[in-house]
């Protein structure tokens, strides 16, 4: 079994930052990708950032220059953040586990940013 636990929402302005973390325990294997999602009401989830193990990073085009994805490997600990935030980053922020064709969500944290 493997849990994941975010942390680092919460309420900031327009323009303002946040740092989200992800932690990870339990049996993780070796190879896996870390991802941070999000959702806002009435919309899917949608992925932000990914990293796999040995540092390969993608980012949606929606938060590149924007958003900092990292992890610390020793920690099983992904890290998101994230700078220039805009109202229409204001979701709930998930972060994912994929380890041997399985995934694993946590269970996420509320980000808002106003306007």
């Known amino acids: 079994q493997v849990q994941l636990v975010e942390s680092g929402g919460g309420l900031v302005q327009a323009g303002g930052s946040l740092r989200l973390s992800c932690a990870a325990s339990?049996?993780?294997?070796?190879?896996?990708?870390m991802e941070w999602y999000r959702q806002a009401p009435g919309n899917q989830r949608d992925v932000v950032a990914g990293?796999?193990?040995?540092?390969?990073?993608r980012y949606a085009d929606s938060v590149k220059g924007r958003f900092t994805i990292s992890r610390d490997n020793a920690k099983n600990t992904v890290y998101l953040e994230m700078n220039s935030l805009k109202f229409e980053d204001t979701a709930v922020y998930y972060c994912?586990?994929?380890?041997?064709?399985?995934?694993?969500w946590g269970q996420g944290t509320q980000v808002t940013v106003s306007s």
């Open positions: 994912r586990l994929s380890c041997s064709l399985r995934q694993y």
């Open positions: 990293i796999t193990n040995s540092g390969n990073i």
């Open positions: 339990g049996s993780i294997c070796g190879i896996n990708v």
